[in-house]
């Protein structure tokens, strides 16, 4: 799956073949508070979301309730949620706009770890 998508990324492609199967990510969800300008030049915003550097800005993955968000910035998970070693297939860190929300609605909907739907490669045809 990686491997696949990173092949699309190095061709050039943005958008995922129209003809393409929704992808399936095993992915490690935390949350962020912090507010400020994200890597993409965006203001924090709801919807957001800081993601493992293969993903390109733009991406938008989606939860099993159809909530997405969109990879607008970019943090440490990678470094502290190695994949590899952790078994998962990328690292999504939800901007929530307070604690209590992140954990009501981050972690308490989504838990830690979960299986996310592929949307969107980068910013598509945006």
Not at 98 to 125: A, C, F, K, P, Q
């Amino acid at each position: 799956m990686r491997a696949l998508l990173g092949a699309l990324l190095a061709f050039g492609l943005t958008a995922l073949p129209a003809n393409a199967q929704e992808e399936t990510l095993r992915v490690r969800v935390t949350f962020y508070t912090l507010r400020g300008t994200m890597a993409s030049g965006v203001y924090t915003r709801k919807d957001a979301a800081a993601c493992s550097d293969w993903l390109p800005m733009g991406t938008q993955l989606m939860f099993h309730d159809g909530y997405t968000v969109t990879c607008l910035d970019r943090g440490l998970g990678d470094l502290i949620w190695n994949a590899r070693r952790t078994g998962h297939d990328a690292w999504v860190d939800v901007w929530a706009p307070s604690y209590s929300w992140g954990i009501r609605y981050v972690e308490g909907d989504y838990g830690t770890t979960t299986h996310m739907t592929l949307v969107r490669w980068g910013w598509g045809d945006e």
